[in-house]
Nanobody, 117 residues
């Protein structure tokens, strides 16, 4: 049973930076498409960034140029570097792993990011 554990969230001021980490309990990051989603209060969960097994990346327009997703396969970890944070980035951030050929996916429990103005 694979688990994803997010860390790195916290409180940061406008314009600040955070790096989120998503650690998998076993080696899946080299095969699965890994992604970061956010969910703000009373809003739907939405995709911020994803990275494929071949390290192709895709970003939501709202985070392009500010967020960077990366993966360290030997460490079974995916990162989200978040720069130039804005209050509207305040949300719970979830890590997701999705098998590229099936509908199987795994979610972490999330980590809270709060950006103060």
């Amino acid at each position: 049973h694979v688990q994803l554990v997010e860390s790195g969230g916290g409180l940061v001021q406008l314009g600040g930076s955070l790096r989120l980490s998503c650690a998998a309990s076993r080696s899946i990051t080299c095969l699965y498409t890994m992604a970061w989603y956010r969910q703000a209060p009373e809003k739907q969960r939405e995709l911020d960034a994803l990275i494929t097994s071949g390290c192709s990346t895709n970003y939501a327009d709202s985070v392009k140029g500010r967020f960077t997703i990366s993966r360290d396969n030997p460490k079974n970890t995916v990162y989200l570097q978040m720069n130039s944070l804005k209050p509207e980035d305040t949300a719970v951030y979830f890590c997701n792993a999705r098998h590229p050929l099936t509908t199987y996916e795994i979610w972490g429990r999330g980590t809270q990011v709060t950006v103060s103005s």
